[in-house]
């Protein structure tokens, strides 16, 4: 492979039926296709931000696996390293859209997705693209699918890094765990190098959400990014403790901010920018993600993103993101 992507993500990317108006899905009377899964959001969202990023999974022989591959090729992802399972279905989720916000419905056990294992890494295609990447993205929802994919993810991070950034997103989902312990995902965590989790869904896992006593209980990781919905995220490093506030959002839609927010940081990281530059950069991808009615929004143009990556923390604090456009004084005649 004469160019490797420079992040790969591994994980389960399902397809979506979306409904075409609010209620109960049995007053639905059509749903629009599309696809989803957090590793491939981050995937999509790397990319949109320039990121070579290839998505590493499985999926079934299908109309449904097709969408999800034509979706993700068409987004920019890499999808050479994917492999096709022609006995296990492609996963399936449905929202249910209410007033007060969306619920997700999941069809996905025995999924070609969940047969993900530790052979992925002998694999022709996935091997190299894993072995070369300067970034692989991997999240608790993986580790919650079956025993082959956590002994993947287990492989995964004691594998040598050889320079390597390994990432892990938290992404707790209790459904999934009903079955197994939750308690393997604390040495997975303090295993990584980066480790990504809400304020919220890390109390619930590990009893607090508190930056300072999170860091007492995950020493291994360079750094740990911790969000608090839409008030602020902090990471904590080697050298300090940053925060940056999040920005005034009008929302329209929740779902795939948090992965949004994670392409946007890890984009950051992979760029060198320092702990707050890259908070900043994963809350206007958020942002930019929360006011669409799917699961991915476009990034800012570059040259508003520079603007506010460089603003003071007035013009930060005054900044307004809407579906209609982002305003405050630090985009004064950019356009």
Do not use: Q
């Amino acid at each position: 492979m004469e160019h490797l992507p420079t992040a790969v993500c591994v994980g389960e990317t399902m397809a979506v039926l979306l409904p075409d108006r609010p209620g109960p899905l049995e007053d639905v009377t059509a749903f629009h296709p599309s696809s989803g899964g957090a590793e491939a959001n981050v995937a999509r969202g790397l990319t949109a931000l320039g990121v070579p990023t290839a998505w590493v999974g499985r999926v079934g022989a299908d109309g449904f696996g097709r969408r999800v591959t034509r979706d993700l090729a068409a987004a920019g992802v890499d999808i050479s390293g994917v492999t096709v399972d022609p006995g296990r279905p492609t996963g399936l989720y449905v929202k249910e859209a209410g007033p007060d916000g969306s619920v997700l419905h999941y069809y996905r056990d025995g999924s070609a997705g969940a047969a993900i294992g530790p052979d992925l890494l002998a694999d022709p295609v996935a091997g190299p693209l894993l072995g070369g990447a300067r970034l692989v993205h991997l999240s608790g929802i993986t580790a919650a699918l079956s025993d082959g994919a956590l002994a993947l993810v287990r492989a995964l991070l004691r594998r040598p890094r050889g320079g390597r950034l390994v990432s892990f997103d938290l992404n707790w989902r209790p459904a999934l765990w009903k079955r197994r312990d939750p308690a393997v995902l604390v040495p997975l965590l303090d295993a990584a190098d980066l480790v990504m989790l809400g304020a919220d869904e890390a109390a619930a896992v590990l009893g607090t959400g508190d930056p300072a006593r999170l860091r007492a209980l995950l020493p291994g990781p360079a750094t740990l990014v911790v969000k608090d919905d839409a008030h602020h995220a902090t990471a904590v490093t080697r050298a300090g403790t940053v925060t940056e506030p999040a920005l005034d959002v009008e929302v329209v839609e929740p779902t795939g901010a948090g992965d949004a927010f994670a392409a946007g940081y890890l984009a950051g990281t992979l760029r060198g920018h320092d702990p707050r530059r890259c908070l900043r950069l994963g809350h206007l991808t958020a942002a930019a993600t929360l006011v669409v009615t799917g699961d991915h929004g476009p990034p800012p143009p570059a040259a508003l993103v520079d603007a506010l990556l460089g603003a003071d923390a007035r013009e930060w604090a005054a900044t307004t993101v809407r579906a209609s456009g982002i305003a405050g004084p630090a985009l004064e005649g950019i356009r």
